[in-house]
């Protein structure tokens, strides 16, 4: 089944946060992530069985700072071929768990090829034109593509212009669905991006470029993305998603842990299905654990 019919049809369970996941794993602070899909791609396996045994469809592959901007200024690499196999590998270790579930279960698991922000601000307040972007994200879309994802996700985006870049650039390379979410935060007059994007506006604007599924993720507790999602669910006509944080972050030490059980996160979640919320998942601090609980609450 196309993985828009498995939206329409009864929603889209997708998974949690893989960043912390991996930590667990061992990976250092500092290092990124994405370097793992060759050095221990095994990990990264692992924790995509994981959502998949707790009941998720949806596998988002571990390339959210992919791009050959965004690895090259990370010092992962600089070299052309491995940027190209860092994003290729990450597909290919998702199928593989994909595939398997889908065996296990009788039915499609999809896998979906994730960009993020380049960490570079746009202009006129960065030094990054529209154009460079866009040209960076098509690259990373091809190299997705060509590797098999069943769609893209461009994710934790603050800025409109950037995201629109991003859908820009996968739209260049490919017409596979595209799920586009934001990230905001809640101030006393509403919701806005740190940018002071608002949350319909924006969503309009994104489906105006392309995007198939529009939400929101990160930053915020499950709880305020409840209202969030009640108000991007009353302003427009089109599948939405939603995957918060499990709460907000709280630093001791050198060490980050999130405040919510998989219990209160799920409930939020359970209200956000009845809201309408048609796509579902986790972000930071999330767990197979609290995946596994929100299928429970709303199945």
Not at 7 to 20: C, E, H, N, T
Not at 73 to 83: E, H, I
Not at 131 to 155: K, M, N, P, T
Request: include cysteine; proline fraction near 4%; glycine fraction near 10%.
């Amino acid at each position: 089944m196309n993985i828009l019919d498995k939206v329409k049809q009864d929603g889209l369970i997708f998974d949690g946060a893989m960043g912390s996941m991996l930590i667990q794993a061992g990976l250092t602070g500092g290092k990124a992530s994405e370097i793992w899909n060759i050095e221990n791609p095994d990990a990264i396996e692992k924790v995509h069985q994981a959502y998949f045994e707790a009941g998720a469809n949806v596998a988002t592959v571990n390339t959210f700072g992919g791009s050959a901007f965004k690895l090259g200024r990370m010092g992962v690499t600089d070299d052309p071929d491995v940027m190209a196999q860092i994003n290729t590998h990450a597909v290919k270790i998702a199928r593989k768990a994909a595939d398997s579930a889908a065996a296990d279960r009788g039915e499609a698991c999809y896998v979906v090829g994730g960009v993020g922000p380049l960490g570079e601000m746009l202009q006129p307040g960065g030094l990054m034109s529209v154009d460079e972007a866009v040209s960076h994200y098509a690259e990373q879309a091809r190299w997705l593509a060509d590797a098999g994802v069943d769609c893209f996700i461009a994710e934790t985006f603050f800025d409109i212009n950037e995201i629109m870049a991003a859908i820009k650039g996968i739209r260049q390379t490919s017409d596979l669905p595209i799920f586009a979410t934001m990230t905001f935060q809640q101030k006393s007059s509403g919701f806005f991006t740190i940018m002071g994007n608002k949350p319909v506006e924006s969503m309009k604007q994104l489906l105006d470029a392309g995007a198939s599924v529009v939400g929101s993720n990160c930053s915020i507790a499950s709880d305020t993305m409840v209202d969030l999602a009640r108000e991007i669910r009353e302003g427009i006509d089109a599948p939405i998603m939603c995957q918060p944080n499990a709460g907000m972050p709280q630093i001791v030490g050198e060490t980050t842990t999130y405040p919510e059980s998989a219990d209160f996160f799920s409930d939020n979640i359970k209200t956000m299905k009845d809201i309408g919320v048609d796509v579902l998942g986790g972000c930071c601090g999330t767990t197979p654990d609290f995946i596994r609980s929100v299928i429970q609450k709303i199945k």
